[in-house]
């Protein structure tokens, strides 16, 4: 089992030596630049939850269509929602391992990652 964890160096510091001392057998820094899904990011959801409430969209989700949030893998019914969960994922945890085992029970799964790297 893994877990990926952010904070500044000093609290990861501090993490990383308790973690040692509580028998982790490996510890690994990633190199990130920006802190995703981290409460650090709180600003930058809320702006964009204001863009997104400006843009038009049709109100409900088309036939066929199933969404579902990167935060916690529940489905996702109206786009509204649909764009509360995709501002808010901006400073939230993912929940990749939820989100994978809700893709994993369908027949057919498409992934449209919205990140910014990839608009």
């Given at each position: 089992m893994g877990f990926v964890v952010g904070g500044t160096v000093a609290v990861l510091q501090t993490l990383e030596e308790e973690a040692v001392r509580s028998g982790a057998e490996r510890i690994v820094r990633l190199k990130v630049h920006v802190a995703s899904h981290t409460p650090r990011l709180?600003?930058?959801s809320a702006a964009f939850a204001s863009s997104l409430a400006k843009a038009a969209i049709c109100p409900e989700v088309p036939s066929g269509i199933l969404l579902f949030s990167c935060?916690?893998?529940?489905?996702?019914?109206?786009?509204?929602?649909?764009?509360?969960k995709l501002a808010d994922q901006i400073s939230h945890t993912v929940e990749w391992a939820r989100c994978l085992r809700v893709a994993g029970r369908l027949a057919q799964v498409h992934f449209w990652n919205s990140a910014p790297d990839t608009l």
């Open positions: 709180a600003n930058a935060i916690d893998g529940a489905s996702v019914l109206d786009l509204t929602s649909a764009q509360i």
